[in-house]
């Protein structure tokens, strides 16, 4: 992995096209690593060597040809998927940084996650199925088989409970959807739990709260009408809903109120009480406080970028640091046309160097170590959180080379993650009708006038 460099092109200004792919993060579990996705790139930093990592990909193809749009380490951090736009899954060994599988599914795909034993990666599509894919490494092929569809559905977000019973996926239909984790997923298609409905617009993202060790841990979720909400998704009950518009603060004053800002990002601590908020126009992030004796979400602090930039994604790391990204960039389409080895290693190259182009910036709230109380002082304790300075970041500036690229103004940043957040709306957004055009629409389907021919 090569950082950017200004021979590579495109620092007059970031080209901003139709289809922009948010920059992703993502912490190894243990604290390894730590990994950017930009367009078609993955930009990895090993903290414990202190260094950026060189990836080995001799599977075919050999890089990603189009954006990176999900990403996601296993629970052990032994493996790391990446996959997005080019319908490709790739399968990474964390030890090596090297790619050991690659698969092509039929539709781009949206969001992956592992099973508690990580013997199964699973990769939601925009066409609203879910897909399976075992884990080990064979002599053979492996072929991706259909777990689960929400009927059409773009399935935006997806997790697998704690436990490993429950499937959890959400969609751009308001809805989150419970799934029973089968014991064999080549034998059979899960069993729908619960529905958690209530939303009122697409719903964006979604992670667990609560302590692992208790056995009992709940859902929050994110959503383009500005809440999260609080979910016992084993009994498909809300349980309460923060409305995020209330209390986005400037510091010199409040932000205009907007009930269309949607919730773009959702991280949670790793004990499970901090859950970490990213919004749309908001050059910052929420951090709301999860009380698990009263089951309810409240508002712990702003922290805000001195940048007017917009984070596109964000990831606590095993030390409760919470490591924030900005960026974007443009992802180049092949389309479903056949095209020449020729034209697909061009477009290949193409997507490539755009990644390494696309700039980035990267910064990381901490949590403060003096004048914290005891049991009985425990909201102080929880609302120390501060901006940490780039340079006393881990890491230094090789991780910002690594990570950023050796220019990352923050200017085009922002103009580029606001353009990720207009594709991400204008994606998930459907087109409202009033009575008088639903009724149109009906008269002249293609339907009735065949019946109108045959009668």
């Given at each position: 992995?090569?950082?950017?460099?200004?021979?590579?092109?495109?620092f007059?200004?970031?080209?901003?096209?139709?289809?922009?792919?948010?920059?992703?993060?993502?912490?190894h579990?243990?604290?390894?690593?730590?990994?950017?996705s930009?367009g078609?790139g993955?930009?990895?930093?090993d903290?414990?060597?202190?260094?950026?990592?060189?990836?080995?990909?001799?599977?075919?193809p050999g890089?990603?040809?189009?954006?990176?749009?999900?990403?996601?380490?296993?629970?052990?951090?032994t493996?790391f998927?990446?996959a997005?736009?080019?319908?490709?899954?790739?399968?990474?060994?964390?030890?090596?940084?090297s790619?050991v599988?690659?698969?092509r599914?039929?539709?781009?795909?949206?969001?992956?996650?592992?099973?508690?034993?990580?013997?199964?990666?699973?990769f939601?599509?925009?066409f609203?199925?879910?897909?399976?894919?075992?884990?080990?490494?064979?002599d053979?092929?492996?072929?991706?088989?259909?777990l689960?569809?929400?009927?059409?559905?773009?399935?935006?977000?997806l997790e697998?409970?704690?436990?490993?019973?429950?499937?959890v996926?959400?969609?751009?239909?308001?809805?989150i959807?419970?799934?029973?984790?089968?014991?064999?997923?080549l034998?059979?298609?899960?069993?729908?739990?619960?529905?958690?409905?209530?939303?009122s617009?697409f719903?964006?993202?979604t992670?667990?709260?609560?302590?692992?060790?208790?056995?009992?841990q709940?859902?929050?979720?994110?959503?383009?009408?500005?809440?999260?909400?609080?979910?016992?998704?084993?009994?498909?009950k809300m349980?309460?809903?923060?409305?995020?518009?209330?209390?986005?603060?400037?510091?010199?004053g409040?932000?205009?109120d907007?009930?269309?800002?949607a919730?773009?990002?959702?991280?949670?601590?790793?004990?499970?009480?901090?859950?970490?908020?990213l919004?749309?126009?908001f050059?910052?992030?929420?951090?709301?406080?999860?009380?698990?004796?009263?089951?309810?979400l409240?508002?712990?602090?702003?922290i805000?970028?001195?940048?007017q930039?917009?984070?596109t994604?964000?990831?606590?790391d095993v030390?409760?640091?919470?490591w924030?990204?900005a960026?974007?960039?443009?992802?180049?389409?092949?389309?479903?046309q056949?095209?020449?080895?020729?034209?697909?290693?061009?477009?290949?190259?193409r997507?490539?160097?755009?990644?390494?182009t696309?700039?980035?910036?990267?910064?990381?709230?901490?949590?403060?170590?003096?004048?914290?109380?005891?049991?009985?002082?425990?909201?102080?304790?929880l609302a120390?959180?501060?901006?940490?300075?780039?340079?006393?970041?881990?890491?230094?500036?090789?991780?910002?080379?690594?990570?950023?690229?050796?220019?990352?103004?923050?200017?085009?940043?922002?103009?580029a993650?606001?353009?990720a957040?207009?594709?991400?709306?204008k994606?998930?957004?459907?087109?409202?009708?009033?009575?008088?055009q639903r009724?149109?629409?009906?008269?002249?389907r293609?339907?009735?006038?065949?019946?109108?021919?045959?009668g």
């Open positions: 992995m090569e950082p950017a460099t200004e021979d590579d092109g495109g007059m200004g970031v080209h901003v096209g139709e289809n922009m792919a948010p920059a992703l993060v993502s912490v579990p243990k604290g390894a690593h730590i990994v950017v930009i078609a993955l930009r990895i930093f903290f414990l060597k202190n260094t950026p990592v060189a990836v080995e990909d001799n599977t075919t890089k990603h040809g189009e954006a990176i749009r999900a990403v996601a380490f296993n629970e052990e951090g493996l998927a990446s997005g736009d080019d319908k490709l899954v790739k399968l990474w060994i964390t030890e090596t940084w790619c599988k690659t698969t599914l039929p539709k781009k795909v949206t969001s992956v996650a592992f099973s508690k034993d990580s013997k199964w990666v699973l939601a599509d925009k609203g199925a879910v897909h399976c894919l075992p884990t080990e490494v064979k053979g092929k492996d072929e991706p088989f259909q689960l569809a929400h009927c059409c559905s773009i399935i935006t977000d697998v409970t704690s436990d490993g019973k429950y499937i996926t959400s969609d751009r239909d308001f809805k959807r419970v799934s029973v984790f089968p014991r064999d997923p034998k059979g298609a899960p069993e729908i739990w619960k529905y958690c409905l209530g939303h617009s719903v964006t993202c992670a667990f709260v609560g302590k692992r060790s208790s056995g009992q709940f859902l929050v979720s994110g959503s383009g009408d500005s809440t999260v909400r609080l979910w016992d998704y084993y009994n498909g349980l309460d809903v923060f409305y995020t518009g209330e209390v986005e603060e400037l510091r010199n409040k932000v205009e907007d009930s269309s800002r919730v773009s990002g959702l991280s949670v601590s790793p004990d499970g009480s901090v859950v970490a908020v919004i749309e126009r050059s910052g992030v929420l951090l709301l406080h999860y009380d698990d004796a009263t089951k309810k409240t508002h712990l602090e702003s805000f970028l001195s940048e930039v917009s984070p994604s964000l990831a606590f030390d409760s640091r919470l924030l990204v960026g974007a960039a443009e992802s180049i389409e092949l389309g479903d056949l095209v020449t080895p020729e034209d697909a290693a061009a477009a290949e190259a997507a490539q160097m755009v990644a390494r696309a700039v980035a910036h990267v910064r990381l709230i901490r949590k403060h170590t003096s004048d914290l109380g005891g049991e009985d002082n425990a909201r102080e304790t120390a959180y501060k901006l940490c300075e780039e340079d006393s970041m881990p890491g230094g500036e090789s991780l910002r080379l690594a990570l950023q690229g050796s220019r990352a103004d923050a200017g085009e940043v922002a103009v993650a606001e353009a957040e207009q594709a991400m709306r994606l998930m957004s459907k087109r409202q009708y009033t009575i008088e009724e149109n629409r009906k008269r002249f293609n339907d009735k006038k065949l019946e109108n021919k045959e």
